[in-house]
Protein backbone atom coordinates (compact mmCIF):
# COMPACT_ATOMS: atom_id res chain seq x y z
CA UNK A 1 0.00 0.00 0.00
CA UNK A 2 1.45 3.47 -0.92
CA UNK A 3 1.97 5.91 1.77
CA UNK A 4 -0.27 8.77 1.59
CA UNK A 5 1.24 12.17 0.11
CA UNK A 6 0.90 14.80 2.42
CA UNK A 7 -0.38 18.38 1.87
CA UNK A 8 2.07 21.41 1.96
CA UNK A 9 1.23 24.44 3.15
CA UNK A 10 3.59 27.88 3.44
CA UNK A 11 2.42 30.31 5.57
CA UNK A 12 3.19 33.85 4.45
CA UNK A 13 1.71 37.57 5.13
CA UNK A 14 2.76 41.48 5.38
CA UNK A 15 4.40 41.69 2.21
CA UNK A 16 3.83 45.41 1.68
CA UNK A 17 4.78 45.41 -1.69
CA UNK A 18 5.78 49.09 -2.76
CA UNK A 19 7.18 50.02 0.74
CA UNK A 20 9.79 52.79 1.01
CA UNK A 21 12.14 52.55 3.56
CA UNK A 22 13.28 56.40 4.40
CA UNK A 23 12.63 56.87 0.58
CA UNK A 24 14.89 53.99 -0.26
CA UNK A 25 12.65 51.64 -2.40
CA UNK A 26 12.77 48.37 -1.15
CA UNK A 27 11.80 46.77 -4.32
CA UNK A 28 14.69 44.81 -5.53
CA UNK A 29 13.96 42.92 -1.73
CA UNK A 30 10.94 41.76 -2.57
CA UNK A 31 11.89 40.50 -6.15
CA UNK A 32 14.71 38.26 -4.17
CA UNK A 33 12.36 37.25 -1.92
CA UNK A 34 9.86 35.99 -4.83
CA UNK A 35 12.89 34.86 -6.08
CA UNK A 36 13.51 32.75 -2.91
CA UNK A 37 9.74 31.87 -2.90
CA UNK A 38 9.57 30.20 -6.25
CA UNK A 39 11.98 28.12 -5.81
CA UNK A 40 11.08 27.08 -2.37
CA UNK A 41 7.55 26.06 -3.64
CA UNK A 42 8.88 24.59 -6.91
CA UNK A 43 11.66 22.27 -5.11
CA UNK A 44 9.34 21.47 -1.57
CA UNK A 45 6.20 20.79 -3.64
CA UNK A 46 4.30 23.14 -1.75
CA UNK A 47 0.02 22.97 -2.28
CA UNK A 48 -0.81 25.37 -1.18
CA UNK A 49 0.69 29.20 -0.66
CA UNK A 50 -1.29 32.02 2.21
CA UNK A 51 -0.58 35.54 1.91
CA UNK A 52 -2.24 36.71 5.65
CA UNK A 53 -2.61 40.10 4.66
CA UNK A 54 -1.14 43.76 3.97
CA UNK A 55 -0.07 42.31 0.50
CA UNK A 56 0.46 45.91 -0.44
CA UNK A 57 2.20 48.96 1.57
CA UNK A 58 -0.73 51.22 0.10
CA UNK A 59 -4.58 51.37 -0.34
CA UNK A 60 -3.87 52.59 -3.67
CA UNK A 61 -0.47 50.86 -5.13
CA UNK A 62 1.93 52.62 -7.23
CA UNK A 63 1.92 50.63 -11.16
CA UNK A 64 4.93 49.46 -9.99
CA UNK A 65 3.72 47.99 -7.27
CA UNK A 66 0.77 46.43 -9.26
CA UNK A 67 3.49 45.13 -11.78
CA UNK A 68 5.57 43.39 -9.07
CA UNK A 69 2.71 41.78 -7.82
CA UNK A 70 1.24 40.26 -11.40
CA UNK A 71 4.93 39.56 -12.59
CA UNK A 72 4.96 37.05 -9.32
CA UNK A 73 1.75 35.42 -9.51
CA UNK A 74 2.55 34.40 -13.53
CA UNK A 75 5.72 33.01 -12.61
CA UNK A 76 3.39 30.84 -10.00
CA UNK A 77 1.15 29.70 -12.91
CA UNK A 78 3.57 26.68 -13.88
CA UNK A 79 3.93 24.88 -10.21
CA UNK A 80 0.37 24.45 -9.69
CA UNK A 81 0.26 26.23 -6.31
CA UNK A 82 -2.92 27.17 -4.71
CA UNK A 83 -2.55 30.65 -3.78
CA UNK A 84 -4.88 32.26 -1.10
CA UNK A 85 -4.88 35.83 -0.42
CA UNK A 86 -6.10 37.86 2.17
CA UNK A 87 -6.69 41.82 2.73
CA UNK A 88 -5.13 43.95 5.71
CA UNK A 89 -5.46 46.74 7.06
CA UNK A 90 -2.93 48.35 4.68
CA UNK A 91 -5.03 46.82 1.98
CA UNK A 92 -8.35 48.25 -0.28
CA UNK A 93 -10.83 45.61 -0.42
CA UNK A 94 -11.72 47.21 -4.13
CA UNK A 95 -7.92 46.88 -5.24
CA UNK A 96 -7.51 43.68 -4.14
CA UNK A 97 -10.76 42.47 -5.26
CA UNK A 98 -11.48 43.80 -8.88
CA UNK A 99 -9.20 41.05 -10.32
CA UNK A 100 -10.62 38.06 -8.04
CA UNK A 101 -12.85 36.35 -10.75
CA UNK A 102 -10.16 36.31 -13.41
CA UNK A 103 -7.12 35.07 -10.49
CA UNK A 104 -9.92 32.60 -9.83
CA UNK A 105 -9.22 31.14 -12.96
CA UNK A 106 -5.47 30.67 -12.08
CA UNK A 107 -6.59 28.90 -8.88
CA UNK A 108 -5.59 32.39 -7.18
CA UNK A 109 -7.88 32.90 -4.06
CA UNK A 110 -8.42 36.73 -3.31
CA UNK A 111 -10.75 37.92 -0.26
CA UNK A 112 -10.05 41.60 0.11
CA UNK A 113 -12.27 42.06 2.89
CA UNK A 114 -15.35 40.52 4.29
CA UNK A 115 -17.90 39.28 2.29
CA UNK A 116 -21.94 39.34 2.36
CA UNK A 117 -21.44 35.66 3.09
CA UNK A 118 -19.92 33.99 5.62
CA UNK A 119 -19.52 30.43 3.13
CA UNK A 120 -17.44 32.55 0.76
CA UNK A 121 -14.32 32.31 3.18
CA UNK A 122 -14.32 28.94 3.12
CA UNK A 123 -11.86 27.47 0.63
CA UNK A 124 -11.41 23.59 0.16
CA UNK A 125 -7.73 22.13 -0.94
CA UNK A 126 -7.24 18.85 -1.91
CA UNK A 127 -4.25 16.74 -3.40
CA UNK A 128 -4.38 12.89 -4.17
CA UNK A 129 -4.60 12.08 -0.59
CA UNK A 130 -5.38 14.85 1.55
CA UNK A 131 -8.06 17.48 1.31
CA UNK A 132 -8.02 20.60 4.31
CA UNK A 133 -10.34 23.70 4.61
CA UNK A 134 -9.47 27.12 5.20
CA UNK A 135 -11.32 30.03 6.60
CA UNK A 136 -9.50 33.10 4.78
CA UNK A 137 -10.48 35.80 6.94
CA UNK A 138 -9.20 39.11 5.66
CA UNK A 139 -8.98 42.47 8.29
CA UNK A 140 -11.94 42.68 9.78
CA UNK A 141 -13.10 46.86 9.49
CA UNK A 142 -15.36 48.49 12.06
CA UNK A 143 -18.44 47.87 10.01
CA UNK A 144 -17.86 44.79 9.62
CA UNK A 145 -17.98 43.21 13.28
CA UNK A 146 -20.87 46.25 14.76
CA UNK A 147 -22.96 49.18 14.30
CA UNK A 148 -22.04 52.31 15.83
CA UNK A 149 -23.75 53.25 18.63
CA UNK A 150 -24.85 56.96 19.21
CA UNK A 151 -23.20 58.41 22.75
CA UNK A 152 -20.75 55.35 23.44
CA UNK A 153 -17.52 55.93 24.93
CA UNK A 154 -14.13 55.74 23.37
CA UNK A 155 -13.60 51.96 25.90
CA UNK A 156 -17.30 51.19 24.73
CA UNK A 157 -16.48 50.69 21.07
CA UNK A 158 -13.01 49.41 22.21
CA UNK A 159 -14.92 46.48 24.17
CA UNK A 160 -17.83 46.40 21.43
CA UNK A 161 -14.72 45.52 18.56
CA UNK A 162 -13.72 43.07 20.57
CA UNK A 163 -16.76 41.47 21.30
CA UNK A 164 -17.45 42.10 17.28
CA UNK A 165 -14.06 39.80 16.28
CA UNK A 166 -14.93 37.25 18.84
CA UNK A 167 -18.55 36.75 17.35
CA UNK A 168 -17.21 36.87 13.69
CA UNK A 169 -15.13 34.10 15.04
CA UNK A 170 -17.36 32.03 16.24
CA UNK A 171 -19.72 32.16 13.81
CA UNK A 172 -16.84 30.81 11.20
CA UNK A 173 -16.25 27.85 13.50
CA UNK A 174 -20.16 27.63 13.66
CA UNK A 175 -19.82 26.88 10.01
CA UNK A 176 -17.03 24.96 9.85
CA UNK A 177 -18.51 22.24 12.71
CA UNK A 178 -21.87 22.16 10.10
CA UNK A 179 -20.41 21.86 6.62
CA UNK A 180 -16.76 20.36 7.44
CA UNK A 181 -16.65 18.71 11.03
CA UNK A 182 -13.92 16.42 10.84
CA UNK A 183 -12.07 17.57 8.25
CA UNK A 184 -8.20 19.46 8.91
CA UNK A 185 -9.35 23.42 9.32
CA UNK A 186 -7.09 26.13 9.25
CA UNK A 187 -7.96 30.00 9.38
CA UNK A 188 -6.35 33.11 8.18
CA UNK A 189 -6.72 36.18 10.14
CA UNK A 190 -5.33 39.78 10.18
CA UNK A 191 -5.62 41.22 13.61
CA UNK A 192 -3.62 42.05 16.64
CA UNK A 193 -3.64 39.12 19.38
CA UNK A 194 -2.71 40.19 22.56
CA UNK A 195 0.76 39.51 23.77
CA UNK A 196 2.58 39.90 20.42
CA UNK A 197 5.69 42.03 20.17
CA UNK A 198 5.38 44.64 17.64
CA UNK A 199 7.72 46.77 15.74
CA UNK A 200 7.97 50.21 14.62
CA UNK A 201 6.36 49.29 10.68
CA UNK A 202 3.18 48.32 11.91
CA UNK A 203 0.39 50.76 11.12
CA UNK A 204 -1.94 51.36 13.76
CA UNK A 205 -5.06 48.46 13.55
CA UNK A 206 -8.29 48.85 15.37
CA UNK A 207 -7.28 52.13 17.73
CA UNK A 208 -3.99 52.30 18.22
CA UNK A 209 -4.07 48.09 18.88
CA UNK A 210 -6.03 48.47 22.10
CA UNK A 211 -8.68 46.36 20.14
CA UNK A 212 -6.27 43.53 20.36
CA UNK A 213 -8.03 40.30 21.26
CA UNK A 214 -7.29 37.03 22.92
CA UNK A 215 -5.86 34.03 21.01
CA UNK A 216 -8.93 32.05 22.70
CA UNK A 217 -10.97 33.42 20.07
CA UNK A 218 -9.81 31.50 17.60
CA UNK A 219 -11.59 28.36 19.34
CA UNK A 220 -10.64 24.58 19.75
CA UNK A 221 -11.68 24.19 16.13
CA UNK A 222 -8.62 25.31 14.03
CA UNK A 223 -5.73 22.89 14.00
CA UNK A 224 -3.51 25.95 12.75
CA UNK A 225 -4.19 29.79 12.68
CA UNK A 226 -2.16 32.15 10.39
CA UNK A 227 -1.96 35.41 11.53
CA UNK A 228 -1.09 38.19 9.64
CA UNK A 229 0.09 41.82 10.81
CA UNK A 230 2.91 41.94 13.35
CA UNK A 231 6.08 41.82 11.60
CA UNK A 232 7.91 39.74 13.86
CA UNK A 233 7.63 35.89 13.29
CA UNK A 234 6.53 34.70 16.51
CA UNK A 235 4.02 32.42 18.25
CA UNK A 236 0.67 33.26 20.38
CA UNK A 237 -0.55 31.40 22.96
CA UNK A 238 -0.17 27.84 21.40
CA UNK A 239 2.33 26.84 19.22
CA UNK A 240 -0.24 26.13 16.38
CA UNK A 241 -1.20 29.92 16.62
CA UNK A 242 1.57 32.00 14.71
CA UNK A 243 2.91 35.15 12.67
CA UNK A 244 5.16 34.37 10.11
CA UNK A 245 6.17 37.67 10.12
CA UNK A 246 7.19 39.96 7.01
CA UNK A 247 9.73 38.27 5.05
CA UNK A 248 11.72 41.79 4.18
CA UNK A 249 12.68 44.19 7.19
CA UNK A 250 10.39 46.85 7.19
CA UNK A 251 11.83 49.15 9.36
CA UNK A 252 15.29 49.68 11.77
CA UNK A 253 13.59 48.45 14.57
CA UNK A 254 13.38 44.75 12.81
CA UNK A 255 17.04 44.79 12.42
CA UNK A 256 17.66 41.93 14.75
CA UNK A 257 14.96 39.88 13.47
CA UNK A 258 15.37 36.64 11.70
CA UNK A 259 12.98 36.85 9.08
CA UNK A 260 10.55 33.35 8.28
CA UNK A 261 8.04 31.58 6.56
CA UNK A 262 6.00 28.77 8.28
CA UNK A 263 5.25 25.22 6.63
CA UNK A 264 2.58 23.57 7.68
CA UNK A 265 2.20 19.49 6.62
CA UNK A 266 -0.93 17.52 6.61
CA UNK A 267 -0.75 13.83 6.55
CA UNK A 268 -4.47 12.58 7.66
CA UNK A 269 -4.78 14.13 10.84
CA UNK A 270 -1.35 14.78 11.83
CA UNK A 271 -0.27 18.41 11.44
CA UNK A 272 3.59 19.22 11.31
CA UNK A 273 4.88 23.26 11.78
CA UNK A 274 7.66 23.99 11.51
CA UNK A 275 9.42 27.71 10.24
CA UNK A 276 11.97 28.40 7.80
CA UNK A 277 14.42 30.78 7.90
CA UNK A 278 14.90 33.33 4.98
CA UNK A 279 17.83 35.09 3.36
CA UNK A 280 19.03 37.91 4.06
CA UNK A 281 19.25 40.17 1.25
CA UNK A 282 20.85 43.40 3.20
CA UNK A 283 21.34 44.42 6.82
CA UNK A 284 19.73 47.05 8.75
CA UNK A 285 22.40 48.36 11.42
CA UNK A 286 22.58 50.67 14.21
CA UNK A 287 26.27 52.68 14.23
CA UNK A 288 27.20 54.80 17.33
CA UNK A 289 29.62 56.52 18.69
CA UNK A 290 31.59 59.56 19.05
CA UNK A 291 32.03 61.32 15.36
CA UNK A 292 35.24 59.99 14.82
CA UNK A 293 34.71 56.45 16.31
CA UNK A 294 31.15 56.71 13.44
CA UNK A 295 33.65 57.62 10.99
CA UNK A 296 36.05 54.59 11.42
CA UNK A 297 33.37 51.98 11.92
CA UNK A 298 32.06 52.93 8.71
CA UNK A 299 35.51 53.43 6.76
CA UNK A 300 36.18 49.75 7.82
CA UNK A 301 32.63 48.30 7.50
CA UNK A 302 32.32 45.05 5.33
CA UNK A 303 29.30 43.54 3.94
CA UNK A 304 28.43 40.70 2.22
CA UNK A 305 24.92 41.31 1.54
CA UNK A 306 23.47 41.34 -2.18
CA UNK A 307 21.92 44.33 -1.57
CA UNK A 308 23.39 47.37 -0.22
CA UNK A 309 23.14 48.00 3.41
CA UNK A 310 21.19 50.63 5.16
CA UNK A 311 22.38 51.79 8.63
CA UNK A 312 21.20 54.37 11.26
CA UNK A 313 24.04 56.71 13.46
CA UNK A 314 23.52 58.04 16.86
CA UNK A 315 26.57 60.44 17.03
CA UNK A 316 27.37 61.03 20.86
CA UNK A 317 29.44 64.19 21.48
CA UNK A 318 30.29 66.00 25.00
CA UNK A 319 29.74 69.59 24.00
CA UNK A 320 28.25 71.26 21.35
CA UNK A 321 29.88 71.22 18.04
CA UNK A 322 28.55 72.86 14.91
CA UNK A 323 31.68 70.96 12.85
CA UNK A 324 29.88 67.81 14.43
CA UNK A 325 26.96 68.84 12.88
CA UNK A 326 27.84 69.60 9.73
CA UNK A 327 29.63 66.12 9.47
CA UNK A 328 26.41 64.54 10.04
CA UNK A 329 25.01 65.72 7.04
CA UNK A 330 27.80 65.04 5.14
CA UNK A 331 27.53 61.48 5.93
CA UNK A 332 24.05 61.70 5.14
CA UNK A 333 24.20 63.15 1.60
CA UNK A 334 27.36 60.59 0.89
CA UNK A 335 27.49 58.08 -1.46
CA UNK A 336 27.31 54.73 -0.48
CA UNK A 337 30.48 53.47 0.87
CA UNK A 338 32.23 49.75 1.45
CA UNK A 339 28.50 49.00 0.56
CA UNK A 340 26.33 50.70 2.80
CA UNK A 341 24.32 53.46 2.45
CA UNK A 342 23.82 55.46 5.83
CA UNK A 343 19.71 56.52 5.98
CA UNK A 344 19.02 58.33 9.32
CA UNK A 345 21.38 60.07 11.82
CA UNK A 346 21.01 61.73 15.04
CA UNK A 347 23.60 63.94 17.04
CA UNK A 348 23.31 64.46 20.93
CA UNK A 349 25.72 66.38 23.45
CA UNK A 350 25.72 64.96 26.59
CA UNK A 351 26.02 69.08 28.07
CA UNK A 352 23.64 70.65 25.92
CA UNK A 353 20.46 71.01 27.60
CA UNK A 354 17.61 68.54 27.57
CA UNK A 355 15.37 69.18 24.65
CA UNK A 356 17.96 71.21 22.70
CA UNK A 357 19.80 68.54 21.13
CA UNK A 358 16.54 66.79 19.82
CA UNK A 359 16.93 70.32 17.87
CA UNK A 360 19.97 69.16 16.19
CA UNK A 361 18.88 65.93 15.22
CA UNK A 362 19.03 65.33 11.21
CA UNK A 363 16.51 62.24 11.28
CA UNK A 364 13.66 64.31 11.89
CA UNK A 365 12.09 63.71 8.51
CA UNK A 366 8.02 63.67 8.90
CA UNK A 367 7.72 60.09 7.68
CA UNK A 368 9.32 59.03 10.30
CA UNK A 369 6.28 59.51 12.19
CA UNK A 370 2.81 57.81 12.38
CA UNK A 371 0.09 60.37 12.19
CA UNK A 372 -0.72 59.68 16.12
CA UNK A 373 2.57 60.44 16.96
CA UNK A 374 2.42 63.53 15.10
CA UNK A 375 -0.32 64.73 16.95
CA UNK A 376 0.99 63.67 20.62
CA UNK A 377 3.92 65.84 20.01
CA UNK A 378 1.61 69.04 19.11
CA UNK A 379 -0.50 68.37 22.36
CA UNK A 380 3.74 67.73 24.06
CA UNK A 381 3.44 72.23 22.81
CA UNK A 382 -0.34 72.83 24.59
CA UNK A 383 0.15 72.75 28.43
CA UNK A 384 -2.81 74.99 29.26
CA UNK A 385 -5.47 72.51 27.62
CA UNK A 386 -8.16 71.80 30.22
CA UNK A 387 -8.80 68.36 28.82
CA UNK A 388 -7.48 65.13 28.78
CA UNK A 389 -5.00 64.88 25.99
CA UNK A 390 -5.48 61.06 26.47
CA UNK A 391 -9.29 61.61 25.40
CA UNK A 392 -7.90 64.07 22.25
CA UNK A 393 -5.41 61.64 21.03
CA UNK A 394 -7.99 58.62 21.27
CA UNK A 395 -10.86 60.70 19.45
CA UNK A 396 -7.44 61.53 16.85
CA UNK A 397 -7.30 57.73 16.42
CA UNK A 398 -10.96 57.19 15.64
CA UNK A 399 -11.26 59.83 12.69
CA UNK A 400 -7.70 58.47 11.28
CA UNK A 401 -9.84 55.43 11.29
CA UNK A 402 -13.24 56.57 9.91
CA UNK A 403 -10.75 58.34 7.43
CA UNK A 404 -9.01 55.13 6.11
CA UNK A 405 -12.18 53.40 6.01
CA UNK A 406 -13.83 55.60 3.55
CA UNK A 407 -10.31 55.45 1.52
CA UNK A 408 -10.42 52.22 1.18
Same mark, same amino acid.
Given at each position: ??? $??????? %????????????? &??? %???? $???? *??? &??? &??????? =???????? @???????? +? /??????? @?? *????HLKCKVIITGGNHDSPYVLNAPKDLLAILDIKVIGGAPINISDLFVECVNEDQKI??? /? =???? #????? #?? !????????DKIELIRQGIKHYFNNINDYYNEHFKGLPYLVMAHLYAQGASISDSEREIQIGNQAGVEASIFGNEPHYVALGHIHKPQVVGSNHIRYSGSPIQLSFSEKEDQKEVVLIEINNSNFSIN /??????? #???? /?????? $?? =? *? +? *?????? !??? =????????? &???DNYSSEAISALEDLLVAEPKNNLRILKGKIQFKNQLKGTSELLSSNKDINDYTPVQLFEKRLEQEESLSIDKSELINAFKEILEKVSSEEQ
Amino acid at each position: MSK $NKSLKIL %HTADWHIGKQLHK &IDL %HEDM $NLFF *KWL &ITY &IEENKID =VLLMSGDL @FDYANPSQ +T /ALTQYYL @FL *KQLLHLKCKVIITGGNHDSPYVLNAPKDLLAILDIKVIGGAPINISDLFVECVNEDQKIIIA /A =VPFL #RDKDI #RN !SLPGESYQDKIELIRQGIKHYFNNINDYYNEHFKGLPYLVMAHLYAQGASISDSEREIQIGNQAGVEASIFGNEPHYVALGHIHKPQVVGSNHIRYSGSPIQLSFSEKEDQKEVVLIEINNSNFSIN /AVKLPQF #RKLI /AINGTL $NE =V *K +T *KIENYQ !SAS =VLCDLAEIL &ITEDNYSSEAISALEDLLVAEPKNNLRILKGKIQFKNQLKGTSELLSSNKDINDYTPVQLFEKRLEQEESLSIDKSELINAFKEILEKVSSEEQ
